[in-house]
């Protein structure tokens, strides 16, 4: 008769959780339809949090995301990131380790493989529902048969956000000393290798840097440039979103066309469905409001599994450094953003402030400032 009772009660605990992460999921696409809000704001200053009212007890699944003060403006005083007195909390970083395991199993759920999908098999877009693509011939040839990180531990690892934040930090020396590094958006490193490195294990690649950054190939040129670019990945991960958004999958088809035709030394990686759901499940479950989580945020939720002590670097969405000078979005180009717009898919300041949290109680490294000037800091 206990027992009856414990699985009743831990039935309807399941469903009360389901039903908020519904409602949430509701008012997340009520919010993104609001776009009047978000010219009103301050680039620096976040409106209070609606949603405050939905209090799940932060202690019930993890009990570890103390207090991501949600309505604080974050970062004037962000030279405290790149303070040295942080030590690593290993006791902190196994205990989330086990509790993002509840949500997913990043070993699995990086990529879809060969037994579970076949050539024609149709599939809905997770942010379109009402489309759908097939799975093709190339596509189904170079899903993997086995997880591209199976059994894969590392001590240290790196994960390298896109911020032009990493301008003149001269981190690249000390990213490229890490067991492991992962990249985002096949951003480009030769030419910046001072600062962001040139050593990739796993980059993610979003079907729209095709048209982005190499100009949907449009000529032999493109081609060759974007084919470079993966041949410098030499036996790495390449890990691509490509059943997230719609009208990405001619870009996807071509890529793997010239994977295959020049048989291009790369492990593909296509994230299983459920990823992006559990994911936000998790920060959801522990207190954070993300929309739609960020490329970086499902890395580093991903990492947890892979990699004993995760540094993060190039994360920074905010418009001007700690000293008030201005930081480009993204480090090798010219795109603008909107940080704090409610239009916009991800909740990047928040985003931010969580992971500053978990910087502070040693949970993780968030480097913000300049590599050189933490070594003479520490001679102080
Ligand atoms: C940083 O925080 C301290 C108190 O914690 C405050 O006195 C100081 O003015 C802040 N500095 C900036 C630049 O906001
Ligand atoms: C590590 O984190 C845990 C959980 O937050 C805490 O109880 C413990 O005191 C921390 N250890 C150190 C050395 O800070
Ligand atoms: C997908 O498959 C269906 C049925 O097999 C076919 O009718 C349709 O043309 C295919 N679409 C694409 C884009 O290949
Ligand atoms: C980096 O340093 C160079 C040389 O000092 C300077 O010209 C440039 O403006 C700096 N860039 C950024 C983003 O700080
Ligand atoms: C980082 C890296 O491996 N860069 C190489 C990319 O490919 C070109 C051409 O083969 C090399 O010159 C680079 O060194």
Redesign the pocket.
């Known amino acids: 008769m206990p027992l009856m009772f414990r699985s009743l009660l831990f039935g309807f605990v399941t469903l009360l959780v389901v039903l908020l992460i519904i409602g949430d999921v509701a008012e997340v696409e009520k919010e993104a339809a609001n776009i009047e809000h978000s010219k009103k704001m301050n680039s620096h200053r976040l409106k209070p949090h609606r949603k405050a009212e939905v209090q799940l007890d932060p202690t019930a699944v993890t009990g570890m995301i103390k207090h991501v003060a949600p309505h604080r403006p974050c970062c004037s005083n962000s030279s405290k990131h790149s303070s040295n007195r942080w030590t690593f909390n290993k006791t902190l970083s196994s205990f989330i380790r086990k509790n993002i395991l509840r949500f997913l199993d990043p070993e699995r759920d990086i990529s879809i493989l060969k037994g579970m999908l076949k050539p024609g098999d149709i599939i809905h877009y997770l942010f379109d529902r009402h489309s759908t693509t097939n799975i093709s011939e190339n596509l189904y040839r170079l899903l993997p048969t086995a997880s591209p990180m199976k059994n894969q531990h590392h001590r240290k690892c790196a994960i390298v956000g896109n911020s032009g934040i990493l301008l003149n930090s001269s981190c690249g020396p000390e990213i490229d000393s890490h067991d492991f590094v992962i990249r985002c958006n096949l951003a480009p490193?030769?030419e910046y290798?001072q600062d962001v490195g040139?050593r990739t294990n796993l980059v993610t690649m979003n079907p729209s840097v095709v048209q982005r950054a190499f100009q949907d190939l449009v000529t032999e040129e493109w081609k060759e440039r974007f084919l470079?670019r993966l041949?410098?990945l030499?036996g790495s991960v390449l890990w691509i979103p490509a059943f997230m958004a719609k009208r990405g999958e001619d870009r996807v088809e071509w890529v793997l066309r010239l994977i295959l035709l020049h048989t291009v030394d790369v492990r593909m990686a296509f994230p299983s469905l459920r990823l992006l759901h559990a994911v936000r499940g998790y920060w959801l479950t522990n207190n954070v409001h993300i929309k739609r989580p960020t490329t970086g945020l499902l890395m580093y939720t991903m990492a947890t599994r892979f990699c004993e002590e995760i540094h993060l670097y190039g994360f920074w969405p905010f418009p001007l450094d700690p000293k008030g000078k201005t930081v480009k979005y993204h480090y090798y180009d010219t795109l603008k953003y909107e940080y704090t717009s409610s239009s916009s898919p991800h909740t990047m300041p928040l985003e931010f402030r969580t992971l500053s949290s978990l910087h502070r109680q040693g949970a993780l490294r968030l480097h913000t400032g300049t590599c050189d000037l933490e070594q003479k800091d520490l001679q102080n």
């Open positions: 490193v030769e290798s040139w470079q041949r410098n030499s």
